[in-house]
């Protein structure tokens, strides 16, 4: 049993759907208090109103997190409604299929912006709130693409996931002075509005190829940021945990025959 973090102050940016909504649920869950941050208004309203239904302390906020006034703002808003800030999960991002040879160059920045600057933007702004509060946690979330895997037109995509874990190394030797530790979930095929945008075929297709059998669900990934935000992962930093069900261990097709 973890100790509990009811009370503290969270924020999940890309909170209003997919994975970050299965990290805010989670959260909202132990008796934190959350902030969803994304830029759609309407599925953050819903997304807030079903996590406070269910007994949640959620509200939420507009937000680009590639934009740095957007991102800072957000967070200084959150930690002034929620008294301070315990935890940023930096979660939102986007991973449009696109082959090198047909990408425009611009789609290549955005993707960079989006999935990469956003982590440090996220940290940055929560830096004097850590600085304040004299700790902190900061969960990323990356992915096995990049860092494992690869996967054609996810070029950029992979590069971005594999820059958040690039970023992590140094960021959790700079935090170390705020008692902050930051790490990171690398998800496989998890079941979000973003992956159903793949089509039918790529969800299938991937839930053959894990030895378990199945894609993870959002709240999988919820409960590792949850650890890693947890007083008991205290002595962890600029680490990453994989959850993928076994996706990425088998050496062969064959192999998963064998099962
Ligand atoms: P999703 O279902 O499409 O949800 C993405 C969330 O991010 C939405 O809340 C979206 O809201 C928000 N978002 C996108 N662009 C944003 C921006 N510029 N500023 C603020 N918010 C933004 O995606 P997902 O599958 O949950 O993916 C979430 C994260 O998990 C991403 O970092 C992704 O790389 C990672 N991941 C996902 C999988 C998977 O299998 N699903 C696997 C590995 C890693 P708005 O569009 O309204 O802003």
Same mark, same amino acid.
């Given at each position: @049993?973890?100790?509990?973090? $009811?009370? $503290?102050?969270?924020? =999940?940016?890309?909170?209003? !759907? ?6 805010? !649920?989670?959260?909202?869950? /132990? ?19 079903? @996590? ?14 590639? &934009?740095? &006034?957007?991102?800072?703002? @957000? ?9 301070? *800030? &315990? ?13 090198? =040879? ?9 993707? @960079?912006?989006?999935? *990469? ?5 996220? =940290? ?24 494992? /895997?690869?996967?054609?037109?996810? #070029? ?5 996931? #594999? ?17 902050? +530790? ?9 079941? +979000? ?11 299938? +297709? ?6 378990? !059998? ?11 940021? *949850? ?20 996706? /990425? ?6 192999? *998963? &025959?064998?099962?």
């Amino acid at each position: @049993m973890l100790t509990s973090l $009811k009370g $503290k102050s969270v924020i =999940v940016t890309g909170g209003s !759907k997919g994975i970050g909504r299965g990290i805010a !649920k989670v959260f909202a869950a /132990t008796g934190a208090r959350v902030t969803l941050a994304s830029r759609g208004e309407d599925a953050l309203k819903e997304a807030a109103d079903a @996590m406070n239904a269910a007994g949640g302390d959620v509200r939420y906020a507009l937000c680009d997190v590639s &934009d740095w &006034d957007s991102v800072r703002a @957000m967070v200084d808003d959150a930690a002034a409604a929620q008294g301070g *800030l &315990d935890v940023m999960c930096a979660n939102a991002g986007y991973y449009p299929q696109t082959k090198i =040879v047909d990408m425009d160059p611009d789609e290549w920045d955005n993707v @960079m912006a989006v999935n *990469l600057r956003s982590s440090f933007l996220c =940290v940055k702004a929560a830096i004097p709130h850590f600085d304040k509060a004299g700790k902190g946690r900061v969960v990323l979330t990356s992915s096995i693409t990049g860092p494992i /895997t690869g996967y054609p037109g996810w #070029s950029h995509y992979g590069a971005s996931k #594999s820059g958040q874990l690039g970023f992590l190394k140094t960021a959790s030797m700079e935090l170390a002075r705020y008692n902050t +530790t930051i790490n990171a979930v690398m998800p496989g095929n998890i079941y +979000t509005e973003g992956l159903q945008g793949l089509g039918q075929d790529y969800l299938d +297709t991937m839930a053959a190829s894990i030895p378990l !059998k199945r894609l993870g669900a959002i709240e999988d990934i919820g409960n590792a940021a *949850l650890f890693f935000a947890s007083d008991e992962a205290g002595y962890i930093t600029g680490q990453q945990i994989v959850v993928d069900g076994g996706q /990425t261990l088998p050496e062969s097709l064959e192999a *998963l &025959d064998e099962i």
